[in-house]
T-cell receptor, first 113, second 109 residues
Framework: IAGITQAPTSQILAAGRRMTLRCTQD?????MYWYRQDLGLGLRLIHY???????GKGEVPDGYSVSRANTDDFPLTLASAVPSQTSVYFC????????????FGPGTRLTVL | GQNIDQPTEMTATEGAIVQINCTYQ??????LFWYQQHAGEAPTFLSY????GLEEKGRFSSFLSRSKGYSYLLLKELQMKDSASYLC??????????FGAGTTVTVRA
């Protein structure tokens, strides 16, 4: 593994189903983030974690939950998917030091029908 | 919160120069980033400004004026591979990024 990986690459999901998007980084970064990207709206922060064991809410947290059991993994769960959650989801990480540049995973394209 | 504005689209000719402007209103400023995003791919880091002035990286330069809430990304000697979306992002005092909607640059031969 090099950098950030996300799984699945894409998914079609029926409304009401539960779904977990996976994110793993091997850079030992302290902070991890989940964004959604919708046409015309740019990237919007869903949840974040500054260190293992802690999480926080971003701009659009409703309908999503996260956990950070260890440094490397930061899964995003949709408890009961709705069509408005159709989007491209990006996971990112940063080391919270210096320029604290965020590095992004390849994304998961989710369609909720 | 942050309010970040950038143009939706720009078109330029191969070999030319394009300047993408970004204006922001922020409740706490802790740096400005530019990312490049090709269609269907992840954003990749281009530049970072935290102090006023110009940062140059090869064909790309980024400028910041904190007093004016203004930044621009300058792309010189445009190449076809520069066709992409360019995202302006402002970091707040809590180290959270807020992104503009992005500027799609199309480079024509």
């Amino acid at each position: 593994i090099a950098g950030i990986t996300q799984a699945p690459t894409s998914q079609i999901l029926a409304a009401g189903r539960r779904m977990t998007l996976r994110c793993t980084q091997d850079m030992r970064h302290n902070a991890m983030y989940w964004y959604r990207q919708d046409l015309g709206l740019g990237l919007r922060l869903i949840h974040y974690s500054n260190t293992a064991g802690t999480t926080g809410k971003g701009e659009v947290p409703d309908g999503y939950s996260v956990s950070r059991a260890n440094t490397d993994d930061f899964p995003l769960t949709l408890a009961s998917a709705v069509p408005s959650q159709t989007s491209v989801y990006f996971c990112a990480s940063s080391d919270l030091a210096g320029a604290d540049t965020q590095y992004f995973g390849p994304g998961t394209r989710l369609t909720v029908l | 919160g942050q309010n970040i504005d950038q143009p939706t689209e720009m078109t330029a000719t191969e070999g030319a120069i394009v300047q993408i402007n970004c204006t922001y209103q922020t409740s706490g400023f802790n740096g400005l980033f530019w990312y490049q995003q090709h269609a269907g791919e992840a954003p990749t880091f281009l530049s970072y400004n935290v102090l006023d002035g110009l940062e140059e990286k090869g064909r790309f330069s980024s400028f910041l004026s904190r007093s004016k809430g203004y930044s621009y990304l300058l792309l010189k000697e445009l190449q076809m591979k520069d066709s992409a979306s360019y995202l302006c992002a402002v970091r707040d005092s809590d180290y959270k990024l807020s992104f503009g909607a992005g500027t799609t640059v199309t480079v024509r031969a």
